[in-house]
Each structure stands twice: as structure tokens, then as C-alpha cells.
């Protein structure tokens, strides 16, 4: 933990100027009270406490005790070490005087000064200003500017309502409110329009805010014009069987769909609907919904249209417009988390079925996030871990207990690098450029683009173009999380056909139509077009979701997520980064290219076929991971599962090479809070791992171990001991909710390893000691592949041994 406790000289000196700034702060703060009405007057004001150094941390815990409130930590920087906001009641003054008092004439049994965890390490107090609560990576707005602003509120005390208060006082100073808002634990999201310099007078409110941030806004995507005969669409049309009513579906939540296009119109099912507020026009304004809903139904549409064999649908369409198809700084800004909500009530009454989100819209700020959650995608992983959906007069509150039977699966795109940071050295551009809000949620499958479009156009004017982008590389579209720290989730997940960019001799860029996919067109005089980018991807991904839904309609969202990440492998220009799977090869750069590539491309076939080598089995489980023990949260339950494997046979292979992949997926409840990543802060309801017995462990000793690893990493100690160089990652596999590492050994090695372990680590349910929780059980699917290359069918043997639950072959 850095440097630990500093070692004042002199702590009565350290304590006085202490309590003094404390004083100035305090005097200051009752100065600005006073200005303000009294019907709005707080009770407190908003401390900034500075740590030492960078090499120190500051006491959380005891910032947010003995009254105080801790609101936000801003990390440190280059320039600045830690700092964090407290709020701090008038009556709360005097305790904290008599700590620093403690502290500068009272010693512990062990001759320390008391309270020197919590003293030592503050370098300054002083009254906080508004800038210090903004959350964005780019400069602080104009104060004199009025502009929208996203801003988090917070539950001061339990019988604290902060968007009463907030309301109370925007009444007053007759600021443009949002009616939307959005509940989270210790947080209420909300929207509002007014300069800075009248927002500061939060501050001295009750209607604190812990955070300020920019409202996102989206981007849209439109195709390049291509015209075919309408008799090859026509021709197509009459191959083209739709799938029955009760289908899975895939829902499009863009700009609108034209649902009379003639390759969509027989399996679309709920004609045109729009979210309230984002349009006033009777149909789309936007092509981009069309064309993603033709890729989420067919895919690329170029082999089907030069064909001649029967065609039939597994899925179906839905479409839920969240765009507005235009953008207007005047007008108020939705707040997109609430949208989210409101997407899936729309289209989810009435129409009891299986189905999966398709969303590739993000946020249209070209700095991307550093992978912090926002409320847009705390809002999408409360849906998707099946959060019950509480409407009331001040807005949406989104964390009720999780419910596994309303869990839904959004595929969500990365987002795109713009053509102003197009460049020849394209990976060293998407190595830099992060992914998009809300692409960061953790119980999504985010994905990527790649491409094997490759080849110029014919066309004579086209002599001298070349694809940036090899075979199998990332297209040049695509972002990444190669930027995101320790404790963010990997993303993307996967990546999919998102085209390429040609370029020219003169050294301008040319994306071509013949680089990108070809789909449906919102426009009815070109009823084709293409698309590209981790738009095209993402709706191309969503598909095969919806396909691995029709082929396995026991499988829950969590279970279709996992299998499309264990069904992915990396392309041989991917995996020629990689470096070989040795003992002394360096995991960290591993780690680093899965930010770039995700897992890799699944394709149909391998999501959907069978082989009777390569063996997959899914088993999906839950249980109620924490008990109380001594009026805390602990550790109560670990699940065992015998892998199936046929020792004797492999013993016989002896040491004949062989892999085993493992993917673990799960969804986590959110707090999306800004109050640090760690503790009783932690964003995760609550993390899962995996592991696999050793050969030379009994079953009692291998449930110490991992009992002694959970303890580890929820004290941020690094496990020594789960080091087995045999795994691809280790111990780097465990951000985010989705877990998943290649072993690779000799089979008669394997051959011992017969037990994988899925197992608890805390988040903020164990943190927070959540009685709440304690019974609430967390499910889970867990994927494991055993893969040969020599002809032996390994299949059969496991078949005849074990009867498996959920068992898919691959």
C-alpha cells in the first residue's frame, strides 16, 4: 500500500495546523451558508483532504466514519497526489478536532501517536470547489457557460432524500432539471442545465453532489450508397423462410428500423417503436437502425444474394428507436441510462420471449472512458444482471435484488477511432484510443471489429490502393482498453467483421464500399448498402447470440455471453503477437494484446457445431457464496465440478500436447459510485474465480488454497502461490465478470487434474456487510474445453461416464 503510515517528527505541530485549516474551512464554509436562503441552507460543507505524497494513501474508511460522508477520490496524477472529498457536518467539526488532538498528545500501547492512520498522511485540508468534483479527462467547462451537466447526488444520511433537496434548491435558482433520474446505491443521477458558477451553490446545500460529469451523447453511423437489381433482393426474398413467432429475437436499439424493407418485413415484430422525447418525425430519420437490423438478421449479405439455396431464419427482429436522428445542443439532453430502461419495457411487454440486445451506438466523445463506470453502463449491467425496474415521481430506482430469471444479454460496440485519427500505423492509434461509454459495462459482451477484407477494388482508378489493415488484423476502426489500469474489465470481448480502409497513393484514406459488409439500406431508392466499423460487428455478434439462443433455448444470457467468448479463437495475424506459451514468456504483454483483440472471432460453426475430439461442456450452476459470521459477511460455499475427463486415456497419450480452455461468466450487481475500485467501494456486487486441482493436491488442500487466495486478493495482496505457468494468463484473467485462460500441458498431467473449483471474492455485497444479500443467490455458467491433436475419440468416454447438465460439443 505505497508508503504506508508517515512518521511525523512532530505531531503536535502536524495536529495544529491541522485543526486550524479544519477552523479556516469550517469559517469559509459558514460565510457561503449564509448567502444563500435558509430554506435551502445545508447542514454541513464539502472538505478536500489531500494526502502527503504519491507514494501515501490516505485513511478511506476513517474519512467516511464518525459522521463524515466520503463522496469521491481523485486518484493520483502526475502533478497531484490523492485527494478525497468529504462531506463534513458543522456538528461533525469538533469530533474531528478532538482525533487530531489525540494525535498530538496521546500515545498507543505500541508508542505510536493515536490515530496516526487517519493523521499522519493529510498534508491539507481546505473548503472544496466545484471543478474538484468533475470526473472528466478534459478541462473544466467555462463557470460563466451555461451547459448541461450529469450530476451524481448523494445520500447524505438514511433518511436523506438528495433529489428532494436537489429540486428544492434548482426551484429556487430556477435551473432547467431533467424529470429523469436514475438510483444506484449511494447515488442518484440526474440531469441539469446551468453555468458553473451557480452550480457551486451545491456546496452549500444539502443537495450535495460527489460527482460532475458531461452527459454523453452518441454518434451515428451512416453506410456508403450501393444499388443492385431489385430482382436479386426479390430473388432472395423467395428463398427466405422466416422463423416462427416465438422465436428468439434480436432488438435493435438505434435510430429506427424500416420495417417495410422487403428482407426485413416478414420477420420484424413490432413495426415502429420509439422511446418518448427521441423523435417527432412518424418513422426513421436515420439509415443506420436498417442496416444494423439486415446484419443482425443475415450477417453479410453477399454470399446470400449470389446464391440459389434455400434460406431459413432461426430469429426474428425487434426495434426500439433511442435516437433522435439529429443533434441539437438546445434541446435536453436524455439521459441514457434511463432510455436503457425504458428500451426494454418497451419492447419486453407483451412479448414474453427469448432475446438479445443489439445496441452499436456509443458515446460520441472522441477521448473514450478509462473504463469507469458511467450511467449509461451501470445502468445496462443493472438490466442485464435482471434488476427490478422501480418507477416512481423523482425517477427510476435500478437496484432492487438481481433476478436471474429477467437477466438479459446486450451486445454493445466498442465504438469507433474517426477519421481524423485515421493512420497508416493504425494499431498504435487503436492501442491509444479507448473504447466508448457505455462499451465498459461489465455484464455485456462488448465487441470489437477486425477484418479479412483485404483486397482493392478492380476499378483502374483504384490502381496503387492498398487495406491498411492485413488479413485477420483489427480493422482500423476499432478502439480498445489497451490504456484501462489494474481492476477494469477486458474489452472487447470479442471482435467481428467491422471492414477496412483503403489507402491511396496521395496518401488519403478511402473507405470503400468493397471493404465493408453489405446489408439493408434505410433508403428506399438503394434498398442496399454497406456498413463497417464495430457497428457492423457488434450487429453481426448479436446475431450469432440470437442463433446460439435458438439452437439452445435452455442457455441463460450469462451462458450465450460465455459461449460466444469460449467459441472465439484469435486469427493467426492476432496470435503472431502473442508470445508463445512458456514458462518465461511475459503474461503482462498477454494481457495487453487481449485488450486489443479480445478472445478472438467466433464463428457460426464453431458456436454452433460439434466434433467428437474437441470436447465443450457448460454446466450452469448457483449458490449463496457469503454467510454471516460474527455480525459480518464472509465466505460460506465454493462449487466443485469432476471434470469428465478419461484419465486412463490420458495417461495412455502420456505426453502428447494437449489444451484446455476454461471460460467463466457471470453478472455482477453495480455501484458505479466514484469512491475509489477497491473494499467496500468496489464497483462488483461480488467477483468469481476459477481453478483446477493440482496434480499434487488432495481436495482438502486445495480448498485452503483458494480460501487463502480470496482473503489475498480482497486485500489487494498478490497470490504467490496460484502461479502455474502452464495457464496463458493466470491471474490477469480475473477482471470484469467474464473470466476465460487457455492451459496448456501433457495429457497425462491433466490426466490429475480432475476438480475445477468455482469460488467467491468480495465486492461491495461482502464489503458492506449487505444482510440484504446474504441469501441471494449468484448464478453463474462455466464453459470447459479439452482439445487433442491426435485421433482419439475422447468424446465418448466422457459421455458414458457423466451425465452433463448443459453439454454442447465443439
Known amino acids: 500500500m505505497g508508503g504506508g503510515i508517515r512518521e511525523i517528527s512532530n505531531p503536535r505541530t502536524h495536529a495544529s495546523r491541522l485543526i486550524s485549516e479544519l477552523n479556516l474551512a469550517e469559517s469559509a464554509a459558514s460565510r457561503a451558508r449564509a448567502l444563500v436562503p435558509q430554506t435551502v441552507r445545508g447542514d454541513g460543507f464539502v472538505l478536500t483532504v489531500a494526502c502527503w505524497s ?35 457536518p458543522f456538528t461533525v467539526v469538533p469530533k474531528f478536532v478532538d482525533l487530531f488532538e489525540k494525535f498530538a498528545i496521546e500515545l498507543t500501547s505500541g508508542g505510536k501517536p493515536k490515530n496516526a492512520a487517519l493523521v499522519a498522511n493529510i498534508d491539507e485540508l481546505r473548503l472544496s470547489v466545484l471543478h474538484e468534483l468533475w470526473q472528466e479527462g478534459e478541462s473544466f467547462p467555462d463557470p460563466a457557460e451555461p451547459r448541461w451537466w450529469e450530476i451524481w447526488l448523494v445520500q447524505l444520511t438514511k433518511n436523506h432524500d438528495p433529489i428532494r433537496e436537489f429540486h428544492r434548491v434548482a426551484e429556487h435558482l430556477r435551473w432547467q432539471v431533467s424529470e429523469a433520474a436514475l438510483a444506484f446505491p449511494y447515488r442518484v443521477v440526474t440531469l441539469v442545465r446551468t453555468s458553473a458558477q451557480e452550480l457551486g451553490t451545491l456546496l452549500t446545500t444539502n443537495a450535495i453532489p460527489g460527482e460532475l460529469r458531461k452527459p454523453g451523447f452518441t454518434e451515428e453511423l451512416f453506410g456508403l450508397e450501393r444499388t443492385f437489381q431489385a430482382d436479386l433482393i426479390n430473388d432472395l ?30 420477420s420484424f415484430d413490432n413495426g415502429y417503436t420509439a422511446i418518448e422525447g427521441t423523435t417527432s418525425a412518424p418513422a426513421p430519420t436515420a439509415t443506420h437502425g436498417t442496416e444494423m437490423a439486415g446484419l443482425a438478421l443475415y450477417g453479410d449479405l453477399e454470399q446470400l444474394l449470389n446464391g440459389s439455396s434455400p434460406i431459413r431464419l432461426e430469429h426474428r427482429l425487434e426495434s426500439v428507436k433511442i435516437l433522435r436522428g439529429h443533434h441539437d445542443s438546445e434541446t435536453q439532453p436524455d439521459l441514457y441510462g434511463k432510455l436503457m430502461v425504458d428500451a426494454a419495457a418497451r419492447v419486453e411487454i407483451g412479448q414474453d420471449r427469448a432475446r438479445v440486445y443489439s445496441m452499436a451506438v456509443t458515446s460520441g466523445d472522441l477521448r473514450g472512458v478509462d473504463g469507469r463506470p458511467t450511467s449509461w453502463s451501470a445502468a445496462i449491467d443493472a438490466l ?6 422501480l418507477p416512481g415521481p423523482r425517477g427510476l430506482g435500478l437496484l432492487g435484488q438481481p433476478d436471474h430469471e429477467a437477466a438479459r444479454l446486450f451486445f454493445i460496440s466498442a465504438g469507433n477511432v474517426t477519421a481524423e485519427d485515421w493512420d497508416p500505423d493504425h494499431l498504435v492509434i487503436s492501442d491509444t484510443r479507448q473504447v466508448n461509454d457505455p462499451a465498459q459495462a461489465w455484464n455485456v459482451l462488448t465487441v470489437g471489429a477486425y477484418t479479412e477484407r483485404v483486397d482493392p477494388p478492380v476499378d483502374a482508378a483504384y490502381a496503387g490502393y492498398r487495406a491498411i489493415a492485413p488479413s485477420g488484423e483489427l480493422s482500423p476502426f476499432s478502439r480498445t482498453s489497451v490504456p484501462w489500469g489494474k481492476g477494469r474489465p477486458i474489452k472487447p470481448d470479442i471482435v467481428m467483421e467491422g471492414g477496412n480502409l483503403l489507402l491511396a497513393p496521395s496518401g488519403d484514406f478511402d473507405h470503400h464500399e468493397v471493404v465493408e459488409v453489405l446489408t439493408t439500406s434505410g433508403r428506399p431508392y438503394s434498398p442496399l448498402t454497406t456498413a463497417n466499423a464495430t457497428s457492423a460487428a457488434t450487429s453481426q455478434a448479436a446475431r450469432l447470440g440470437a442463433l446460439a439462443l435458438s439452437k439452445y433455448p435452455s442457455l441463460t444470457p450469462q451462458a450465450i455471453r460465455g459461449l460466444l467468448v469460449h467459441a472465439a479463437e484469435w486469427t493467426p495475424a492476432m496470435a503472431a503477437h502473442f508470445p508463445a506459451p512458456k514458462a518465461n514468456s511475459p503474461k503482462t504483454k498477454r494481457h495487453s494484446l487481449l485488450r486489443r483483440y479480445g478472445w478472438g472471432v467466433p464463428t457460426e460453426q464453431r458456436v454452433l457445431a460439434s466434433a467428437a475430439d474437441d470436447v465443450t461442456m457448460i454446466v450452469e450452476d448457483e449458490f449463496k457464496p457469503f454467510g454471516r459470521s460474527s455480525g459480518t459477511l464472509s465466505m460460506r460455499a465454493m462449487r466443485l465440478h469432476s471434470l469428465p475427463w478419461p484419465a486412463d486415456l490420458l495417461q495412455e497419450l502420456g505426453n502428447v500436447p494437449v489444451r484446455m480452455r476454461v471460460t467463466l461468466s457471470y453478472f455482477i450487481e453495480p455501484n458505479p459510485s466514484n469512491r475509489g475500485w477497491q473494499g467496500k467501494y468496489a464497483y462488483a456486487s461480488h467477483g468469481l474465480r476459477f481453478d483446477v486441482i493440482r496434480p499434487t493436491e488432495n481436495l482438502a488442500g486445495f480448498q485452503k488454497r483458494l480460501g487463502n487466495e480470496a482473503e489475498d486478493e480482497e486485500r489487494g495482496v498478490r497470490a504467490t502461490s496460484s502461479t502455474d505457468d502452464r495457464w496463458f494468463l493466470g491471474q490477469a484473467r480475473n477482471s470484469g465478470s467474464l473470466h ?3 492451459w496448456n500441458g501433457h495429457a497425462i498431467d491433466l490426466a490429475r487434474c480432475g476438480v475445477i473449483a468455482v469460488y467467491p471474492v468480495g465486492g461491495w455485497w461482502k464489503q458492506n456487510n449487505r444482510r440484504d444479500r446474504v441469501n441471494v443467490p449468484v448464478r453463474y455458467t462455466l464453459l470447459v474445453s479439452l482439445f487433442t491433436n491426435v485421433a482419439a475419440d475422447i468424446y465418448t468416454p466422457i459421455a458414458n461416464k457423466i451425465q452433463i447438465p448443459v453439454q454442447i460439443e465443439t
Not at 469521491?72 to 478525497?84: D, G, M
Request: proline residues 7%.
Open 54 to 88: 504519491a507514494d501515501h494513501h490516505l485513511a478511506l474508511k476513517s474519512l467516511d466514519a464518525h459522521g463524515a460522508k466520503l463522496l469521491s477520490v481523485l486518484p493520483k496524477s502526475e502533478e497531484l497526489p490523492e485527494r478525497a472529498l468529504v462531506w463534513l
Open 237 to 266: 426474398v423467395s428463398r427466405t423462410t422466416a422463423a416462427e413467432p416465438e422465436a428468439p429475437a434480436v432488438c435493435v436499439l438505434d435510430c429506427g428500423v424500416q420495417a417495410e424493407h422487403p428482407l426485413l418485413k416478414a
Open 384 to 389: 442485464a444482471v435482471g434488476t427490478d425496474v
Open 740 to 742: 476465460a485462460d487457455l
